[in-house]
């Protein structure tokens, strides 16, 4: 393989068509097989005119003789991985995953813009449920992004001779372009879910507003049953009527047990599937470079947002605990029943020790997103989450 043949361009596959089209066959036989473009497909021979195709065989099993041997070369020379990534250049741009995943973006922007349209709850849970859909493929996106960046810094480590420098820059080039693709493809995506778990998080927070001042009436209701409750249970058991004692303890438990189902019925459900969604949305967002500049000047909100409602949740799991323990009706050991509660700041903790070990494939030093700035992030969150004196534990709470 001389240099010089080697150096020359390579003949793009739709000239090539034109040209097997167009030219006689005296002149087509005269392209060097180094310009030809890698796999011609055999049917371009009954494409051509029929003085042409025996020439036009005779290139396309040229051009493969060629490009097999090249291919020979540069993998005994520089070995598979490079190889690899040479192939991998060839196929960027058309691949399943970031296809799928742009064709489900374009759903969600038609949505969100119906959103602001008309910001009814209707539209906002198709909009969270597309989102749902797009979480679900954004592993294997960052994975084929990270696997493109990594591609194309391996080939820009090579030293490579005259003969392949411009193919493996034009490699080098076709890959960074799919990986600004991808980039900018997911910039959109985390634009529009920040938007939208901000929103969410705030109409959660009102609902939660509205209804704990029902719910603060129901909850001196029963304190008021079980009082009536603890009386009849020390003072008519030592009376002579014990039945009419029995009878108004079990109509005082019925009205208890039936205020504490209204009472649930007005606790606003958080869910740790929800807080993980959100705190997502949040950290993809303020890790992106793409988006971070954007985003930071009103991410304020949304982390106060996020951090009531953390709060709440653990709020809701001693509730619950200490609902069970202290309810006489309910056959449960509170032993069992009463766990470690999840604080604010362990769950912090855990959430970004689970997103370390699940984003491994997209974060690393040749990505664009580095473990420095998730642990960077991590410690701006927990010192938020400290200074804010709400979010403290209260002796004995």
């Known amino acids: 393989m001389s240099s010089k043949a080697g150096a020359q361009p390579v003949i793009p596959m739709a000239v090539f068509r034109k040209m097997v089209a167009q030219l006689p066959a005296e002149e087509l036989s005269r392209l060097p097989p180094e310009k030809l473009p890698e796999n011609i497909p055999l049917d371009l ?39 690899s990534a040479l192939d991998k250049s ?15 973006l374009e759903d969600l922007r038609r949505m969100y813009e119906q959103w602001r349209k008309d910001p009814g709850p209707q539209n906002l849970d198709r909009l969270g449920n597309q989102i749902r859909t797009l979480n679900a493929l954004l592993l294997d996106v960052r994975a084929e992004n990270a696997d493109t960046t990594r591609s194309a810094q391996l080939l820009r480590e090579q030293v490579c001779g005259p003969e392949l420098e411009a193919m493996f820059q034009q490699a080098i080039e076709r890959l960074h372009e799919h990986s600004e693709r991808i980039e900018n493809l997911l910039a959109r995506y985390f634009r529009i879910r920040i938007t939208v778990a901000q929103h969410e998080m705030q109409v959660r927070l009102k609902q939660i507003n509205t209804l ?99 709060s709440r949740y653990c709020q809701q799991q001693e509730n619950s605990a200490r609902q069970i323990a202290r309810n006489p009706f309910l056959q449960v050991d509170p032993a069992q029943a009463i766990r470690f509660v999840l604080l604010s700041e362990q769950f912090i903790l855990d959430y970004f020790r689970k997103k370390r070990n699940e984003t491994t494939a997209w974060i690393s030093d040749v990505a664009q997103v580095k473990s420095e700035d998730l642990d960077g992030l991590e410690r701006e969150i927990l010192s938020e989450l400290k200074r804010s004196s709400r979010f403290k534990r209260k002796p004995g709470g």
């Open 45 to 83: 021979v009954d494409e051509a005119p029929y003085y042409s195709r025996r020439t036009v065989e005779g290139l396309i099993l040229s051009a493969n003789a060629y490009h097999l041997e090249r291919r020979l070369h540069i993998q005994e020379q520089y070995g598979p991985e490079v190889m």
């Open 90 to 104: 060839q196929v960027v741009g058309n691949t399943a995953n970031v296809k799928i995943f742009w064709q489900k």
């Open 212 to 310: 704990d001042r029902q719910a603060e009436n129901l909850r001196e209701q029963m304190e008021d049953l079980r009082t009536q409750l603890e009386d009849s249970q020390t003072l008519w058991r030592r009376a002579v009527k014990r039945l009419h004692a029995d009878q108004q303890a079990e109509h005082l438990q019925s009205r208890i047990m039936a205020l504490a189902g209204e009472l649930r019925s007005r606790e606003v459900s958080i869910s740790e599937t929800q807080l993980t969604q959100w705190l997502d949305a949040l950290v993809d967002a303020a890790l992106h470079p793409l988006t971070r500049p954007s985003v930071s000047s009103h991410m304020g909100d949304g982390r106060m947002a996020l951090y009531s409602l953390l």
